[in-house]
């Protein structure tokens, strides 16, 4: 107790500005870094806004109580509407902040009245106390209908749910004891209450802090494996997704087929249009080919101008409807009388029964050297098993040079 009371609430009241502002460019950086990362932006603010009234409430004494309290006490509490905030970003959930927002307004209204009036102390303590066990009340019970078996985000939302308990216990001893009219005075239970309130601030950052790692990663991992240029999965992201459902496929007893994409002449659009235009046309072709795939179908860049197309649970026959269209639809990309057009040569193959991605890449891509001997702007079907030269490969040919084999 003693040691406790040596303590100055000034030294305190310091720690928790330095430990809020440390949060607040932590969180900010992540939002910078990844614009992506749900709640990061409000809770950097939330935590902004707590810096700024723990600086006026170390303040007090030397500044009006319309600012050290009044305005203080309302930032404080517009960082829990922001940190509440953060939570329905972070879980996605469809409910309004318009009523957390509303009773903030109409909260700070009643404090600066209460604080400008001079005489009502207790009825101001009970205002504080109120609205902020109501405000981190709802965050601990937003947090914990998202949980789950998360046992982390329960016992997070445990730490909120003290903490909004902690905001009555906190005004009961200010109404016994009083509130000292200087928070660096020493008393005691002013300082346990600053102790505590710095121990919740570091313990609530920490926990935010973790809940939102969990979906960094998953944005850091989705970035490793995404083609920056093209949008789609790189050759490291469409090789582990060739993996899962390689396995997939094996548990369940399903097909599975792939197809090797090329897009013809690109290096050809390269040199006569540029690069500009090259990428362009990788876009392009990436748009179409999306436009025809499946919502379980997976696409990646398998290099160069060559994509990767998974068909899970496909029969090459199924598969070879798809590619047809995605064909047809790259054709369209093209106008008519156009110097460059923008074809593509597609080798395709099915999986056979406990195969590994080695080889069945390796028939595809065997499917697509076909492809382009046949002339490209065509699609090939190669199987396990079979001859390639004795008729074991399927074509496609676009309507012109179908027209041209017919006469």
């Known amino acids: 107790m003693s040691f406790i009371a040596s303590i100055d609430v000034g030294t305190l009241l310091g720690c928790q ?31 902004f806004a707590a810096t700024i009234s723990n600086i006026l409430l170390l303040l007090s004494g030397s500044i009006p109580a319309f600012f050290s309290i009044g305005l203080a006490h309302c930032l404080l509490l517009s960082a829990f509407v922001l940190f509440y905030t953060g939570v329905l970003h972070f879980f996605k959930s469809t409910r309004t902040i318009r009523y957390a927002w509303a009773l903030t307004y109409f909260t700070s209204a009643l404090i600066f009245y209460l604080v400008l009036s001079h005489d009502h102390t207790r009825a101001l303590a009970y205002v504080i106390a109120v609205s902020f066990f109501l405000v981190r009340g709802v965050i601990a019970l937003e947090i ?11 016992i997070f939302a445990f730490l909120m749910a003290a903490y909004a308990i902690f905001a009555l216990n906190r005004v009961i001893f200010l109404l016994i004891y009083g509130a000292p009219p ?4 020493r008393n005691f239970l002013q300082t346990v209450s600053v102790l505590f309130s710095v121990s919740f601030a570091f ?7 973790l809940m939102l790692c969990g979906d960094l990663l998953t944005l850091v991992k989705d970035e490793s494996e995404r083609d920056l240029l093209s949008g789609v999965l790189n050759r490291r992201g469409i090789e582990q997704r060739l993996d899962t ?20 002449h690109f290096k050809t659009i390269n040199d006569h249009a540029g690069h500009a235009a090259g990428d362009t046309a990788l876009r392009d072709v990436v748009s179409a080919i999306s436009s025809r795939m499946r919502a379980y179908d997976s696409l990646g860049r398998f290099g160069g101008d060559e994509f990767l197309l998974i068909f899970p649970n496909t029969s090459s026959t199924d598969a070879l409807t798809v590619s047809s269209r995605i064909e047809q639809s790259v054709r369209e990309l093209s106008s008519p009388g156009a110097e460059l057009s923008l074809t593509i040569s597609i080798g ?17 891509d065997k499917a697509l050297y076909n492809a382009k001997n046949a002339g490209r702007n065509c699609c090939r079907v190669l199987l396990h098993g079979t001859d390639a030269e004795a008729g074991s490969e399927r074509v496609i040919l676009p309507p012109s040079r179908s027209n041209l084999l017919q006469q």
């Open 144 to 154: 914990f209908r998202h949980a789950a078996d998360r046992i982390f985000l329960k």
């Open 182 to 185: 200087n928070p660096e005075q």
């Open 348 to 364: 395709l193959t099915q999986a056979a029964p406990g195969e590994i991605a080695g080889p069945f890449l390796a028939r595809a």
């Open 245 to 264: 459902e390689l396995k997939r496929a094996e548990r369940g007893g399903h097909n599975l087929s792939i197809a090797l994409i090329d897009i013809d």
């Open 17 to 47: 500005i330095v430990l809020t502002l440390v949060y607040a460019i932590v969180f900010f950086c992540m939002k910078s870094i990844y614009p992506y990362l749900r709640g990061a932006g409000s809770v950097a603010l939330a935590f």
């Open 203 to 209: 313990l609530i950052g920490l926990s935010f802090l």
